[in-house]
């Protein structure tokens, strides 16, 4: 084959290539339905301890224990309202024992959603799987850390309809002044944590995001959550939670795309589109990251491998032109 003719085809076939070759484009998850349990900022099967004082917006309740497990946390810290099964507990309860045994049951459900989700990308057990990540929508699953989770800041990035999911098939532990922060117009009500056995916050830490745990729920001193807390998500819904001057805001979604705060005081990073969170990718990191492990992506690999094959065999079969 003359010059003249491979030329152009090896052109032609170049360009395919680096067209196959491209990133694909993130596509985020189904949100994880909340069901009755999306009013309630703490929700737990075992009952809630405070040391004041705690900021609490949202609903509050606890089943299938007494109200009277409710200890220290009073009507004034609660913007939403206190829910118990019996006469028990603070004095502005309100007892509905049908309506906590339907919440509990729809954690329960959105826990088991969250849970056989197939994840994207998998951490293998190290320390610190999420500190320094900037993540894109997906479904994302890690196992145990030798001190903790996350250490430092994790930054979402993606739209306002973007889903998060991880899945924690150990424990969930986050190292004091850690930050989630959120860029593109990525929001907090889109983040859920299913966590397969207890979830621990550290202090002055700010987290975003619906915890759904298995167990227990244990923050330390003066942290922000932007999200819920629901504890016992098992079968038997037992699952205690536990806060120390503490603030959680049920997160709600914006109407519309647009600037969304950062995951509490603290945050170094705002939620701006375009703005100066950090790099805000607009398609999927095909890479491996730090201790993760991706399935290769297979139907590139063929293309690739077939473009070439095709090249070459143009190259030997067709016959040059007579001079």
């Known amino acids: ?153 994790l930054q979402l990035t993606g739209s306002a309809d973007d889903i998060w999911i991880f899945q924690a098939t150990s424990t969930l532990v986050t190292a004091a002044s850690s930050t989630i922060t959120f860029s593109g117009g990525a929001q907090a009500c889109n983040v859920f944590w299913q966590v397969g056995s207890a979830a621990t916050l550290g202090q002055d830490s700010s987290f975003a995001g619906t915890i759904l745990a298995h167990d227990d729920i244990s923050l330390a001193s003066d942290v922000t959550v932007d999200g819920r807390l629901l504890a016992g998500g098992q079968a038997n819904h037992e699952g205690a939670i536990t806060l120390i001057s503490d603030t959680i805001t049920r997160s709600t979604c914006a109407a519309g795309p647009g600037p969304t705060a950062t995951a509490g005081p603290g945050a170094t990073a705002t939620a701006a589109p375009g703005g100066t969170a950090g790099p805000v990718p607009t398609q999927a990191d095909t890479t491996t990251l730090p201790g993760e492990s991706r399935q290769p992506n297979l139907p590139v690999g063929l293309f690739v491998v077939l473009a070439l094959g095709i090249l070459m065999l143009v190259a030997t079969r067709t016959p040059s032109r007579p001079r």
């Open 1 to 153: 084959m003359t010059a003249s003719r491979v030329g152009p085809v090896a052109f032609t076939l170049l360009m395919l290539l680096t067209f196959l070759v491209q990133p694909i484009a993130a596509v985020s998850p189904p949100t994880v339905p909340l069901g009755t349990a999306a009013p309630f900022a703490l929700l737990s099967g075992s009952g809630i301890t405070n040391v004041p004082t705690s900021v609490i917006g949202g609903d509050v309740g606890t089943s299938p224990i007494t109200g009277a497990a409710i200890a220290g946390l009073t009507c004034a810290e609660v913007s939403g309202t206190i829910y118990t099964i019996d006469a028990a507990g603070p004095a502005c309860r309100v007892v509905d024992p049908g309506l906590l045994t339907t919440a509990k049951n729809a954690l329960t459900a959105a826990y088991d959603n969250a849970a056989g989700r197939t994840p994207d990308s998998t951490y293998v057990d190290v320390d610190n799987q999420l500190g320094g990540e900037v993540l894109v929508a997906g479904t994302y699953r890690f196992g145990g850390a030798t001190t903790a989770n996350l250490i430092g800041n």
